[in-house]
């Protein structure tokens, strides 16, 4: 199927390998982090934020420069949850989850996406410049150490 790299940006996708293919659906797509041994989680994920500025900004160029019907984009997953390798290692939410608790707290990759989503994609550099300017003021990483 369809390749989208982050980096070097390449794209290989059904139209020219399944001609007559109409479109894709990108589902899934995201990046972990892990919590590190004194059990402490960082809600500033700016690792998740960069990943999806740089996926989706490729995604739009796949459909400007190279043509390609993408229907949809969602990102993996709301919330922390159990992953069958990792256990509760290993984190891929929006939303960090105390599984003590049940509590669930946005991390700033939450932010980025509901504005990428109102956004209906990546908007010009001087907008993005400001969403992530203003996830820096919310997401302080010397105080929200969770």
């Given at each position: 199927m369809g390749r989208i790299f982050t980096h070097g940006?390449?794209?290989?996708?059904?139209?020219r390998e399944y001609p007559g293919y109409g479109s894709i659906l990108i589902t899934e797509n995201g990046v972990s982090e892990q919590i590190d041994q004194t059990q402490r989680f960082n809600l500033y994920d700016e690792v998740r934020v960069n990943y999806f500025k740089d996926y989706t900004n490729?995604?739009?160029k796949a459909i400007r420069i190279n043509g390609v019907n993408v229907e949809g984009y969602m990102a993996w997953?709301?919330?922390d949850?159990?992953?069958w390798a990792q256990g509760y290692k290993e984190r891929f939410g929006l939303h960090f989850v105390d599984f003590k608790t049940l509590k669930r707290t946005p991390k700033a990759s939450a932010l980025f996406y509901k504005k990428l989503v109102q956004n209906n994609g990546?908007?010009?550099k001087s907008d993005l410049d400001?969403?992530?300017e203003t996830i820096n003021e919310v997401f302080n990483p010397v105080n929200l150490v969770h």
């Open positions: 940006r390449k794209y290989s996708g059904p139209q490729n995604v739009l997953s709301l919330m949850n159990f992953e990546v908007p010009s400001l969403w992530i």
